[in-house]
């Protein structure tokens, strides 16, 4: 029984078929490529360098971004105070002009209107919710939309950005 056992290749065994295949399209294995020199240690210290560089600037980027953001606030708050300034000042010529009966009623005025703010902060501001948000990010302008100014610093706020649009244009 022995000579009943054939030594060929088995055919679940086609390694060598395989190789003749991959010759004539001109492949190369990545097992037949020469090893590559591999440090079993790794530099420790690069990868810890590595490490902090990236932490560092991550750190760096929220700091730049909260300085901007503290850079824009003080410009604001500068504008803010210039506008209330040219305001005040431009409110103080007004009623040098006006008669006794002209400033009782701009008083009268005044006195509702800080009423109104008063009864806003103290019962959330719900004349507020339905005109839209206080305070909330400017949206911008489109042709045909009401412009709302309430007093003199809206219509010098106005009147700047117009200014910056004309220069802008020209």
Same mark, same amino acid.
């Given at each position: ?56 600037? #991550? ?27 040219? $305001? /005040? $000042? ?25 009423? /109104? ?13 339905? #005109? ?7 949206? $911008? ?8 100014? #309430?007093d003199l610093k809206d219509h010098l706020r106005h009147a700047k950005k117009v200014g910056q649009c004309i220069q802008v244009s020209v």
């Amino acid at each position: 029984m022995a000579d009943a056992w054939d030594d060929s290749d088995d055919d679940w065994d086609n390694s060598d078929a395989e190789d003749e295949l991959d010759k004539k399209l001109s492949l190369t294995k990545i097992n037949d490529a020469p090893p590559v020199f591999d440090d079993d240690e790794e530099d420790l210290t690069l990868k810890d360098k590595a490490a902090d560089e990236r932490a560092n600037a #991550k750190v760096n980027k929220t700091k730049g971004s909260a300085l901007a953001k503290k850079k824009a606030a003080d410009v604001a708050a500068k504008e803010e105070l210039e506008l209330a300034r040219k $305001a /005040m $000042a431009m409110e103080a010529e007004m009623e040098a002009n006006m008669t006794p009966e002209e400033r009782r009623l701009m008083e009268r005025q005044r006195e509702e209107d800080d009423a /109104m703010a008063m009864a806003d902060d103290l019962f959330g501001g719900m004349d507020a919710v339905a #005109k839209g948000p206080v305070g909330g990010p400017a949206k $911008a302008m489109m042709s045909g939309d009401k412009v709302v100014m #309430k007093d003199l610093k809206d219509h010098l706020r106005h009147a700047k950005k117009v200014g910056q649009c004309i220069q802008v244009s020209v």
